[in-house]
């Protein structure tokens, strides 16, 4: 189990600096993934900056803490951190966007998100939880 919270966690950390770079450097083709239409264009246009910068310093952070091997402080990030995602969901909820795309890439995130963060917080300080107890041991 530890080994698949290893990859999920990693993943979740690479995802957000890929989002985060298409907004930087794409935003109007990052825009039509997101949910909400029409994007804003013109100055307003500037906030795909602002949603690109978010998405990669949340990934940065993810990883920093994950490769420190602080992997409860992972946890606990990563259960913070999913409240950008419901956040997003509720923005396309609130600005008519399809509700598939609400769901199924901003919710779907936040649960996938709070799951690994239940993993990481589950985990036992220097041992794998499902590692067997070693003969005579008491917990």
Do not use: C
Not at 31 to 40: R, S, T, Y
Not at 55 to 60: E, N, P, Q, R
Request: proline share 5%; glycine share 12%.
């Amino acid at each position: 189990m530890r080994r698949f919270t290893t990859v999920l966690t990693v993943l979740l950390g690479i995802f957000p600096l890929t989002f985060g770079s298409w907004f930087l450097f794409s935003g109007h083709g990052a825009a039509a993934g997101f949910g909400i239409d029409p994007w804003p264009t013109g100055i307003a246009s500037g906030y795909f900056a602002v949603k690109g910068i978010r998405d990669i310093v949340t990934g940065l952070n993810l990883l920093a803490l994950f490769a420190l091997k602080q992997r409860r402080a992972t946890g606990i990030l990563m259960a913070i951190t999913a409240l950008i995602p419901i956040t997003d969901m509720i923005t396309v909820f609130s600005h008519n966007g399809p509700a598939a795309t609400a769901l199924g890439v901003h919710g779907l995130t936040a649960v996938v998100m709070l799951i690994d963060a239940a993993l990481l917080l589950r985990e036992r300080a220097g041992r794998t939880v499902d590692a067997p107890q070693p003969v005579g041991a008491h917990s």
